[in-house]
């Protein structure tokens, strides 16, 4: 069974740093892309950053370009998103999913940024 | 970059009725690259359609996806109680790794 767990959100003063994690199982790992997806409270759903399986390929959003940092690793089966210069605009439950185009999405872990 | 546009908004329909979801890309998206997720309140989304009409594991036979170019629709032929839910459709790209989602479509019992 694939899964999915998401850990490393909380409550974050603007412009500090948080580190989100994504431990997975079930599948091959690293024969997968993997993603970080956000979405704010109330709100739909936005692409942050995404990985390829060896990491040679990664994309990020407009939004979080410069700031925010995908990694993984895949002796671990984990997935990493390194956040830094937090915004209040940040604020949103972020998942991780697997695969090209997400076919299974953790449950997400909640990051609020706010004084 | 590929903008996704959901109508309507919100569908208002009776359980046991037909609902009809587009998605319109502002540019040509290739179908094998197109996608559609369900998602309720306090769930992750969960994956119906990929490649624009095959449905993902598990996916009842009610729903389906159709379309090319910049045009795609989900149908669902009748709508059980446990389909009242939003729906997004996905554009995804490879190199780089990339998603785009569009904004919504809600149904919404009548």
């Known amino acids: 069974e694939v899964q999915l767990v998401e850990s490393g959100g909380g409550l974050v003063q603007p412009g500090r740093s948080l580190r989100l994690s994504c431990a997975a199982s079930?599948?091959?790992?690293?024969?997968?892309?993997m993603h970080w997806v956000r979405q704010a409270p109330g709100k739909g759903l936005e692409w942050v950053s995404g990985?390829?399986?060896?990491?040679?390929?990664?994309g990020y959003a407009d939004s979080v370009k410069g700031r925010f940092t995908i990694s993984r690793d895949n002796a671990k089966n984990s997935l990493y998103l390194q956040m830094n210069s937090l915004r209040a605009e940040d604020t949103a439950l972020y998942y991780c999913a697997k695969g090209d185009f997400g076919d299974y999405w953790g449950q997400g872990t909640l990051v609020t940024v706010s004084s | 970059e590929i903008v996704l546009t959901q109508s309507p908004g919100t569908l208002s329909l009776s359980p046991g009725e037909r609902a009809t979801l587009s998605c319109r890309a502002s540019q040509s998206v290739s179908s094998s690259y197109l996608a559609w997720y369900q998602q309720k309140p306090g769930q992750a989304p969960r994956l119906l359609i990929y490649?624009?009409?095959s449905r993902a594991t598990g996916i009842p036979d009610r729903f389906s996806g159709s379309g090319s170019g910049t045009d795609f629709t989900l149908t669902i032929s009748r709508l059980e109680p446990e389909d009242f839910a939003v729906y997004y459709c996905q554009q995804y790209g490879s190199s780089p790794p990339a998603l785009t989602f569009g904004g919504g479509t809600k149904v919404e019992i009548k």
């Open positions: 990985i390829s399986w060896n990491s040679g390929s990664i």
């Open positions: 490649g624009a009409s």
């Open positions: 079930g599948f091959t790992f690293d024969d997968y892309a």
